[in-house]
Protein backbone atom coordinates (compact mmCIF):
# COMPACT_ATOMS: atom_id res chain seq x y z
CA UNK A 1 0.00 0.00 0.00
CA UNK A 2 1.33 3.41 -0.88
CA UNK A 3 1.14 6.49 0.88
CA UNK A 4 -0.50 9.64 -0.77
CA UNK A 5 -0.78 13.24 1.81
CA UNK A 6 -4.06 14.60 0.91
CA UNK A 7 -3.44 18.64 1.23
CA UNK A 8 -6.96 20.10 1.92
CA UNK A 9 -8.26 23.19 4.02
CA UNK A 10 -11.46 21.83 3.59
CA UNK A 11 -12.35 18.36 4.47
CA UNK A 12 -14.86 16.20 6.83
CA UNK A 13 -16.61 17.14 8.66
CA UNK A 14 -16.75 20.56 7.62
CA UNK A 15 -19.65 21.73 5.47
CA UNK A 16 -18.62 22.11 2.31
CA UNK A 17 -18.84 20.61 -1.49
CA UNK A 18 -14.76 20.45 -1.22
CA UNK A 19 -14.90 18.42 1.69
CA UNK A 20 -16.94 15.98 0.08
CA UNK A 21 -14.82 15.65 -2.80
CA UNK A 22 -11.84 15.14 -0.93
CA UNK A 23 -13.57 13.01 1.48
CA UNK A 24 -14.98 10.54 -1.02
CA UNK A 25 -11.47 10.34 -2.22
CA UNK A 26 -9.60 9.49 0.90
CA UNK A 27 -12.33 6.97 1.50
CA UNK A 28 -12.05 4.82 -1.75
CA UNK A 29 -8.38 5.19 -2.65
CA UNK A 30 -7.34 2.47 -0.12
CA UNK A 31 -9.51 0.24 -2.15
CA UNK A 32 -7.03 0.61 -5.78
CA UNK A 33 -3.87 0.90 -3.38
CA UNK A 34 -3.55 4.08 -1.56
CA UNK A 35 -3.73 4.90 1.86
CA UNK A 36 -4.61 8.56 2.68
CA UNK A 37 -2.54 10.54 5.20
CA UNK A 38 -4.54 13.85 5.51
CA UNK A 39 -3.82 17.13 6.33
CA UNK A 40 -6.39 19.89 7.41
CA UNK A 41 -7.94 22.28 9.57
CA UNK A 42 -8.96 22.06 12.83
CA UNK A 43 -12.88 23.24 12.25
CA UNK A 44 -13.92 25.86 14.19
CA UNK A 45 -15.68 29.40 14.03
CA UNK A 46 -17.48 29.42 10.72
CA UNK A 47 -16.53 26.44 9.55
CA UNK A 48 -19.84 24.60 9.98
CA UNK A 49 -19.55 20.56 10.80
CA UNK A 50 -22.36 18.17 9.17
CA UNK A 51 -20.51 16.13 7.14
CA UNK A 52 -19.25 12.28 8.48
CA UNK A 53 -15.93 11.64 8.24
CA UNK A 54 -15.32 8.30 6.48
CA UNK A 55 -11.69 7.12 6.78
CA UNK A 56 -9.94 6.45 10.30
CA UNK A 57 -9.68 9.60 12.41
CA UNK A 58 -5.97 8.39 13.44
CA UNK A 59 -4.97 9.58 9.13
CA UNK A 60 -6.48 12.88 9.69
CA UNK A 61 -3.55 15.55 11.05
CA UNK A 62 -5.81 18.75 11.73
CA UNK A 63 -3.93 21.82 12.11
CA UNK A 64 -5.17 25.69 13.75
CA UNK A 65 -5.01 28.23 11.14
CA UNK A 66 -5.70 32.40 10.94
CA UNK A 67 -8.62 34.15 9.43
CA UNK A 68 -8.18 37.75 8.96
CA UNK A 69 -11.52 38.43 8.82
CA UNK A 70 -12.65 35.32 10.79
CA UNK A 71 -13.85 37.75 13.56
CA UNK A 72 -16.73 38.96 11.13
CA UNK A 73 -18.62 35.72 12.37
CA UNK A 74 -19.13 36.85 15.71
CA UNK A 75 -21.58 39.37 14.27
CA UNK A 76 -24.83 37.88 14.15
CA UNK A 77 -26.36 36.30 10.33
CA UNK A 78 -22.68 34.85 9.08
CA UNK A 79 -24.52 31.55 8.97
CA UNK A 80 -28.21 30.12 9.35
CA UNK A 81 -26.73 27.17 10.96
CA UNK A 82 -23.62 25.76 12.93
CA UNK A 83 -22.48 22.40 13.69
CA UNK A 84 -25.98 21.22 13.14
CA UNK A 85 -27.60 23.88 15.02
CA UNK A 86 -30.45 26.44 13.55
CA UNK A 87 -29.74 29.67 14.27
CA UNK A 88 -31.59 32.94 13.97
CA UNK A 89 -31.40 34.88 10.59
CA UNK A 90 -31.01 38.09 11.60
CA UNK A 91 -28.91 39.29 8.52
CA UNK A 92 -31.40 41.98 7.38
CA UNK A 93 -30.59 43.69 10.73
CA UNK A 94 -27.79 46.21 11.38
CA UNK A 95 -25.31 44.26 12.16
CA UNK A 96 -26.25 41.90 9.58
CA UNK A 97 -25.70 44.65 6.68
CA UNK A 98 -22.53 45.98 8.82
CA UNK A 99 -21.35 41.87 8.36
CA UNK A 100 -21.59 41.70 4.58
CA UNK A 101 -20.77 45.34 4.34
CA UNK A 102 -17.38 44.34 5.90
CA UNK A 103 -17.27 41.72 3.65
CA UNK A 104 -17.74 43.15 0.61
CA UNK A 105 -14.54 46.18 1.25
CA UNK A 106 -12.33 43.05 2.40
CA UNK A 107 -9.40 42.12 0.24
CA UNK A 108 -9.30 38.56 1.45
CA UNK A 109 -11.06 35.36 -0.64
CA UNK A 110 -10.98 31.88 -0.51
CA UNK A 111 -10.41 31.50 -4.25
CA UNK A 112 -7.51 33.68 -4.94
CA UNK A 113 -5.10 36.12 -3.26
CA UNK A 114 -5.01 37.54 -1.10
CA UNK A 115 -6.09 34.30 0.11
CA UNK A 116 -8.28 34.62 3.26
CA UNK A 117 -6.88 30.98 4.51
CA UNK A 118 -3.41 31.86 3.98
CA UNK A 119 -2.60 32.27 7.63
CA UNK A 120 -3.08 27.98 7.57
CA UNK A 121 0.18 28.19 5.42
CA UNK A 122 2.79 28.12 8.23
CA UNK A 123 0.56 25.31 10.62
CA UNK A 124 0.22 22.93 7.83
CA UNK A 125 4.07 23.12 6.81
CA UNK A 126 4.85 22.57 10.05
CA UNK A 127 2.94 19.26 10.59
CA UNK A 128 3.71 18.08 7.53
CA UNK A 129 7.22 18.11 8.70
CA UNK A 130 6.51 15.96 11.64
CA UNK A 131 3.67 14.07 9.77
CA UNK A 132 6.64 12.75 7.09
CA UNK A 133 8.70 12.01 9.67
CA UNK A 134 6.60 9.18 11.38
CA UNK A 135 5.92 8.05 8.03
CA UNK A 136 6.63 7.14 4.33
CA UNK A 137 5.12 9.50 1.83
CA UNK A 138 4.72 8.59 -1.60
CA UNK A 139 3.28 11.11 -3.26
CA UNK A 140 1.25 14.69 -2.30
CA UNK A 141 -2.18 15.81 -3.34
CA UNK A 142 -3.52 19.10 -3.15
CA UNK A 143 -6.97 20.64 -3.75
CA UNK A 144 -7.57 23.96 -4.75
CA UNK A 145 -9.52 26.68 -3.49
CA UNK A 146 -8.16 28.11 -1.15
CA UNK A 147 -5.02 28.91 -2.78
CA UNK A 148 -2.75 27.88 0.16
CA UNK A 149 -3.16 24.37 0.11
CA UNK A 150 -1.41 23.86 -3.46
CA UNK A 151 1.23 26.53 -1.75
CA UNK A 152 1.56 24.04 0.98
CA UNK A 153 2.09 21.23 -1.12
CA UNK A 154 4.44 23.59 -3.54
CA UNK A 155 6.68 23.74 -0.42
CA UNK A 156 6.82 20.01 0.63
CA UNK A 157 7.49 19.16 -3.33
CA UNK A 158 10.02 21.34 -2.87
CA UNK A 159 11.77 20.13 0.04
CA UNK A 160 11.27 16.53 -0.47
CA UNK A 161 11.76 16.01 -3.95
CA UNK A 162 7.80 13.57 -3.53
CA UNK A 163 5.94 13.44 -6.68
CA UNK A 164 2.30 16.01 -6.83
CA UNK A 165 -0.62 16.31 -8.14
CA UNK A 166 -2.80 19.57 -8.51
CA UNK A 167 -6.66 19.41 -8.46
CA UNK A 168 -8.35 22.07 -9.01
CA UNK A 169 -12.13 22.13 -8.06
CA UNK A 170 -12.54 26.15 -9.58
CA UNK A 171 -9.96 28.36 -11.16
CA UNK A 172 -7.56 30.51 -9.14
CA UNK A 173 -7.13 33.02 -11.93
CA UNK A 174 -9.28 33.80 -14.42
CA UNK A 175 -12.33 33.06 -12.44
CA UNK A 176 -15.02 35.69 -13.37
CA UNK A 177 -16.72 35.10 -9.44
CA UNK A 178 -13.73 37.21 -8.56
CA UNK A 179 -12.53 38.94 -11.29
CA UNK A 180 -9.55 41.42 -11.01
CA UNK A 181 -7.95 44.49 -13.00
CA UNK A 182 -5.99 43.46 -16.00
CA UNK A 183 -2.60 44.22 -14.30
CA UNK A 184 -3.34 42.34 -11.32
CA UNK A 185 -4.77 39.34 -13.22
CA UNK A 186 -1.61 39.36 -15.23
CA UNK A 187 0.67 39.63 -12.00
CA UNK A 188 -1.17 36.91 -10.30
CA UNK A 189 -1.89 34.51 -13.25
CA UNK A 190 2.99 34.53 -13.13
CA UNK A 191 2.34 33.66 -9.15
CA UNK A 192 0.05 31.16 -9.79
CA UNK A 193 2.10 29.75 -12.80
CA UNK A 194 5.15 30.16 -10.63
CA UNK A 195 3.79 28.50 -7.79
CA UNK A 196 2.79 25.09 -9.58
CA UNK A 197 5.09 24.42 -12.23
CA UNK A 198 6.71 21.56 -10.76
CA UNK A 199 3.33 20.16 -10.36
CA UNK A 200 3.43 16.40 -12.30
CA UNK A 201 -0.19 15.86 -12.54
CA UNK A 202 -3.09 18.13 -12.55
CA UNK A 203 -6.70 17.41 -12.35
CA UNK A 204 -9.86 19.64 -12.72
CA UNK A 205 -13.99 18.82 -12.81
CA UNK A 206 -14.65 20.01 -16.62
CA UNK A 207 -13.69 20.03 -19.79
CA UNK A 208 -14.16 24.02 -19.77
CA UNK A 209 -11.88 24.62 -16.64
CA UNK A 210 -9.47 21.95 -18.38
CA UNK A 211 -9.37 23.57 -21.69
CA UNK A 212 -8.19 27.19 -19.73
CA UNK A 213 -5.45 25.29 -17.03
CA UNK A 214 -3.61 23.08 -20.49
CA UNK A 215 -3.33 26.49 -21.77
CA UNK A 216 -2.18 28.48 -18.39
CA UNK A 217 0.47 26.23 -17.19
CA UNK A 218 1.23 24.29 -20.56
CA UNK A 219 0.84 20.69 -19.22
CA UNK A 220 -1.96 18.26 -19.95
CA UNK A 221 -4.66 18.40 -17.67
CA UNK A 222 -7.25 15.46 -16.85
CA UNK A 223 -11.02 15.58 -15.90
CA UNK A 224 -12.19 13.92 -12.76
CA UNK A 225 -15.63 15.03 -12.52
CA UNK A 226 -17.40 15.09 -9.04
CA UNK A 227 -20.01 12.71 -8.02
CA UNK A 228 -22.48 11.18 -6.14
CA UNK A 229 -21.97 8.27 -3.77
CA UNK A 230 -24.28 5.29 -3.80
CA UNK A 231 -23.72 4.57 0.00
CA UNK A 232 -25.10 7.58 0.90
CA UNK A 233 -28.30 6.90 -0.28
CA UNK A 234 -28.37 3.28 1.00
CA UNK A 235 -30.85 2.61 3.84
CA UNK A 236 -32.38 6.27 3.97
CA UNK A 237 -36.19 6.90 3.77
CA UNK A 238 -38.36 8.38 1.24
CA UNK A 239 -41.22 9.42 3.21
CA UNK A 240 -42.57 12.80 2.13
CA UNK A 241 -42.07 14.94 5.20
CA UNK A 242 -45.13 17.53 3.71
CA UNK A 243 -47.24 14.21 3.16
CA UNK A 244 -47.97 12.18 0.13
CA UNK A 245 -50.50 14.64 -1.54
CA UNK A 246 -48.10 17.27 -1.68
CA UNK A 247 -46.02 18.17 -4.73
CA UNK A 248 -42.38 18.23 -3.40
CA UNK A 249 -39.83 20.82 -4.83
CA UNK A 250 -36.04 20.77 -3.18
CA UNK A 251 -32.74 23.05 -3.66
CA UNK A 252 -30.04 22.16 -1.85
CA UNK A 253 -27.63 24.97 -1.22
CA UNK A 254 -27.41 28.52 -1.38
CA UNK A 255 -29.13 29.92 -4.92
CA UNK A 256 -26.93 33.01 -5.94
CA UNK A 257 -29.70 35.38 -7.37
CA UNK A 258 -27.41 37.36 -9.15
CA UNK A 259 -26.06 34.41 -11.56
CA UNK A 260 -28.59 31.90 -10.97
CA UNK A 261 -31.91 34.02 -11.73
CA UNK A 262 -35.04 32.39 -10.11
CA UNK A 263 -37.54 34.21 -11.47
CA UNK A 264 -38.78 32.14 -14.49
CA UNK A 265 -39.30 29.17 -12.19
CA UNK A 266 -41.11 32.19 -9.98
CA UNK A 267 -42.93 33.48 -12.86
CA UNK A 268 -43.98 29.79 -13.52
CA UNK A 269 -45.36 29.20 -10.38
CA UNK A 270 -47.21 32.33 -10.10
CA UNK A 271 -49.11 31.42 -13.11
CA UNK A 272 -50.14 28.05 -11.64
CA UNK A 273 -51.03 29.78 -8.59
CA UNK A 274 -53.23 31.88 -10.46
CA UNK A 275 -55.01 28.84 -12.23
CA UNK A 276 -55.86 27.04 -8.90
CA UNK A 277 -53.17 24.27 -9.82
CA UNK A 278 -51.22 24.75 -6.91
CA UNK A 279 -51.54 25.96 -3.76
CA UNK A 280 -50.00 25.84 0.23
CA UNK A 281 -51.51 22.86 0.59
CA UNK A 282 -50.69 20.45 -2.16
CA UNK A 283 -47.54 22.37 -3.35
CA UNK A 284 -44.23 23.03 -1.73
CA UNK A 285 -40.61 24.38 -3.05
CA UNK A 286 -38.21 23.85 -0.18
CA UNK A 287 -34.87 25.28 -0.95
CA UNK A 288 -32.35 23.87 2.02
CA UNK A 289 -29.18 26.64 2.50
CA UNK A 290 -28.49 30.57 2.99
CA UNK A 291 -30.51 32.61 0.61
CA UNK A 292 -29.35 35.83 -0.45
CA UNK A 293 -31.25 38.88 0.96
CA UNK A 294 -32.94 39.15 -2.79
CA UNK A 295 -34.16 36.25 -2.17
CA UNK A 296 -37.14 36.52 -0.22
CA UNK A 297 -38.13 40.18 -1.88
CA UNK A 298 -38.19 37.69 -5.42
CA UNK A 299 -40.25 35.28 -3.21
CA UNK A 300 -42.90 38.34 -1.92
CA UNK A 301 -42.93 39.95 -5.66
CA UNK A 302 -44.45 36.77 -6.87
CA UNK A 303 -46.67 35.78 -4.10
CA UNK A 304 -45.55 32.53 -3.56
CA UNK A 305 -44.97 32.91 1.03
CA UNK A 306 -47.30 29.82 1.06
CA UNK A 307 -45.51 27.72 -1.62
CA UNK A 308 -41.73 28.71 -1.38
CA UNK A 309 -39.71 27.47 1.33
CA UNK A 310 -36.27 28.66 2.91
CA UNK A 311 -34.70 26.56 5.03
CA UNK A 312 -31.55 26.60 7.05
CA UNK A 313 -28.74 24.84 6.08
CA UNK A 314 -28.44 20.58 6.82
CA UNK A 315 -26.38 18.43 8.36
CA UNK A 316 -25.22 15.91 4.73
CA UNK A 317 -27.15 12.61 6.19
CA UNK A 318 -30.38 15.55 6.24
CA UNK A 319 -29.94 16.57 3.73
CA UNK A 320 -29.77 13.09 1.66
CA UNK A 321 -33.19 12.61 3.71
CA UNK A 322 -34.48 15.64 2.00
CA UNK A 323 -32.93 14.79 -1.27
CA UNK A 324 -34.90 11.00 -0.95
CA UNK A 325 -38.25 12.87 -0.02
CA UNK A 326 -38.44 14.96 -2.34
CA UNK A 327 -40.87 14.39 -5.56
CA UNK A 328 -38.64 16.42 -7.43
CA UNK A 329 -35.21 18.64 -7.20
CA UNK A 330 -34.81 22.05 -8.56
CA UNK A 331 -31.56 22.84 -10.30
CA UNK A 332 -30.73 26.30 -11.76
CA UNK A 333 -28.55 26.96 -14.31
CA UNK A 334 -25.74 29.65 -14.22
CA UNK A 335 -25.69 32.24 -16.59
CA UNK A 336 -22.57 34.11 -16.87
CA UNK A 337 -18.76 32.44 -16.78
CA UNK A 338 -17.00 29.25 -16.23
CA UNK A 339 -20.12 28.41 -13.87
CA UNK A 340 -22.59 28.65 -17.02
CA UNK A 341 -20.40 25.42 -18.28
CA UNK A 342 -19.30 23.69 -14.99
CA UNK A 343 -21.09 20.43 -14.08
CA UNK A 344 -21.10 21.42 -10.40
CA UNK A 345 -21.82 18.63 -7.82
CA UNK A 346 -25.18 19.47 -7.31
CA UNK A 347 -26.43 17.61 -10.41
CA UNK A 348 -24.76 14.14 -9.81
CA UNK A 349 -25.85 14.38 -6.11
CA UNK A 350 -29.34 14.34 -7.52
CA UNK A 351 -29.21 12.10 -9.55
CA UNK A 352 -27.99 9.72 -7.02
CA UNK A 353 -30.81 10.25 -5.10
CA UNK A 354 -32.93 8.93 -7.73
CA UNK A 355 -35.55 11.55 -8.02
CA UNK A 356 -36.16 13.86 -11.22
CA UNK A 357 -34.77 16.96 -11.99
CA UNK A 358 -36.16 20.18 -13.57
CA UNK A 359 -33.16 21.97 -14.98
CA UNK A 360 -33.97 25.61 -14.71
CA UNK A 361 -32.24 27.43 -17.75
CA UNK A 362 -30.38 25.81 -20.42
CA UNK A 363 -26.67 28.20 -20.08
CA UNK A 364 -25.20 25.25 -17.99
CA UNK A 365 -25.04 22.73 -21.59
CA UNK A 366 -23.11 19.96 -19.41
CA UNK A 367 -26.32 19.78 -17.10
CA UNK A 368 -28.78 19.93 -19.57
CA UNK A 369 -26.67 17.16 -21.88
CA UNK A 370 -26.61 14.82 -18.88
CA UNK A 371 -30.20 14.90 -17.98
CA UNK A 372 -30.92 14.25 -21.16
CA UNK A 373 -28.90 12.07 -21.83
CA UNK A 374 -29.26 10.21 -18.67
CA UNK A 375 -33.03 10.59 -18.67
CA UNK A 376 -33.16 11.79 -15.04
CA UNK A 377 -35.20 14.72 -15.47
CA UNK A 378 -36.53 17.50 -18.20
CA UNK A 379 -34.94 21.11 -18.95
CA UNK A 380 -37.37 24.09 -18.07
CA UNK A 381 -37.14 26.64 -21.05
CA UNK A 382 -38.73 29.68 -19.95
CA UNK A 383 -41.93 30.27 -17.76
CA UNK A 384 -43.96 28.34 -20.03
CA UNK A 385 -41.79 25.31 -20.26
CA UNK A 386 -40.96 24.77 -16.39
CA UNK A 387 -45.34 25.50 -16.08
CA UNK A 388 -45.62 22.52 -19.12
CA UNK A 389 -43.07 20.10 -17.18
CA UNK A 390 -44.59 20.72 -14.08
CA UNK A 391 -47.81 20.17 -15.26
CA UNK A 392 -47.19 16.50 -16.29
CA UNK A 393 -46.18 15.96 -13.61
CA UNK A 394 -48.70 16.75 -11.24
CA UNK A 395 -50.81 14.73 -14.01
CA UNK A 396 -48.91 11.48 -13.86
CA UNK A 397 -49.35 11.63 -9.95
CA UNK A 398 -53.03 12.07 -10.43
CA UNK A 399 -52.93 9.23 -12.54
CA UNK A 400 -50.95 6.77 -11.54
CA UNK A 401 -50.00 7.75 -7.75
CA UNK A 402 -46.23 8.15 -9.08
CA UNK A 403 -43.75 9.60 -11.12
CA UNK A 404 -42.11 7.89 -14.30
CA UNK A 405 -38.76 7.81 -13.96
CA UNK A 406 -36.73 5.35 -15.17
CA UNK A 407 -33.08 6.87 -15.20
CA UNK A 408 -30.30 5.18 -17.58
CA UNK A 409 -27.63 3.61 -15.28
CA UNK A 410 -25.18 3.27 -17.52
CA UNK A 411 -24.77 7.39 -18.22
CA UNK A 412 -25.24 7.68 -14.15
CA UNK A 413 -22.29 5.14 -12.83
CA UNK A 414 -19.99 7.18 -14.21
CA UNK A 415 -20.11 9.52 -11.70
CA UNK A 416 -20.06 7.17 -9.04
CA UNK A 417 -17.22 8.57 -6.50
CA UNK A 418 -15.72 4.79 -6.35
CA UNK A 419 -14.75 5.03 -9.78
CA UNK A 420 -13.37 8.96 -9.95
CA UNK A 421 -11.23 7.20 -6.91
CA UNK A 422 -9.91 4.56 -9.20
CA UNK A 423 -9.00 7.35 -12.05
CA UNK A 424 -7.06 9.42 -9.33
CA UNK A 425 -5.38 6.47 -7.98
CA UNK A 426 -4.40 5.75 -11.63
CA UNK A 427 -2.82 9.00 -11.93
CA UNK A 428 -0.92 8.79 -8.48
CA UNK A 429 0.65 5.74 -9.88
CA UNK A 430 1.87 7.44 -12.75
CA UNK A 431 3.89 10.18 -11.29
CA UNK A 432 5.12 8.32 -9.23
CA UNK A 433 6.72 6.13 -11.74
CA UNK A 434 7.86 9.20 -13.90
CA UNK A 435 10.27 10.33 -10.74
Known amino acids: MKNVLIVSFYFPPIMSAASVRTGKFAKYLPEY?????VLTVKPKGILTQGIPVEVDEA???RTAYHDPIGHFSSLPGEQQRHNGKAKRDVTGNWKGRAKRGLKK??????????DRMLGWYFYAVKEAKKTMGRERIDAVFSSHPPPVSHLVASKIHKETGLPWVADYRDLWTGSTLKPYPRWLEGLE???????LREAAGFITVSGKL???LTSLHGKPVKVIYNGFDPEDFKGVSESRETGEKTFTLVYSGTLYTKKQSPVPFFKALEKLKGKGKINGDNFVTRFIGVQEPPFQEMVRAHNLEDIVQSEPFQPYKDNI???KSATALLFFSWNAGEMAGNPTSKIFQYAGAGRPILVVGEQNRFAV????????GEVGRGAEGIISILEGWMGQIEKK??????????????YNRKLQAKKLAGILNDVIQTV
Open 59 to 61: SIH
Open 105 to 114: ISPFTIQRMP
Open 321 to 323: AAL
Open 189 to 195: KRFERRS
Open 33 to 37: GWKPI
Open 401 to 414: GRLDYTPLEKAVMP
Open 369 to 376: DFVEKSQT
Open 210 to 212: QAY
